[in-house]
């Protein structure tokens, strides 16, 4: 089984920066992907970013520009470097490790920015 810890939520001002880090550990496939996805009170879970074993990164249109998602596949862990936050961005946000047939989600972490 995969298992995640997301580390460095927390409280921002707007136009402040935050990185996000989720170590995977577990028995892992060698092609998967792992992403962030983020809820906001009152809204549905959405993909902010996700990333191949191979690097191909997609965003959301919300994002693109401001985020930036990476991997160290040596260290199984995958960062999200979130620059010029707005309000808008607080929420919820979840790690997911995707493989065939798998799917594994992180227990979350805050992001609130203030304006």
């Known amino acids: 089984q995969v298992h995640l810890v997301e580390s460095g939520g927390g409280l921002v001002q707007s136009g402040g920066s935050l990185r996000l880090s989720c170590a995977a550990s577990?028995?892992?496939?060698?092609?998967?992907?792992l992403g962030w996805y983020r809820q906001a009170p009152g809204k549905q879970r959405e993909s902010v970013a996700t990333?191949?074993?191979?690097?191909?990164?997609n965003y959301a249109d919300s994002v693109k520009g401001r985020f930036t998602i990476s991997r160290d596949n040596a260290k199984n862990t995958v960062y999200l470097q979130m620059n010029s936050l707005k309000a808008e961005d607080t929420a919820v946000y979840y790690c997911k490790y995707t493989q065939r047939y798998l799917e594994v989600w992180g227990q979350g972490t805050l992001v609130t920015v203030s304006s």
């Open positions: 990333i191949t074993t191979g690097g191909i990164a």
């Open positions: 577990g028995i892992m496939s060698s092609i998967n992907a």
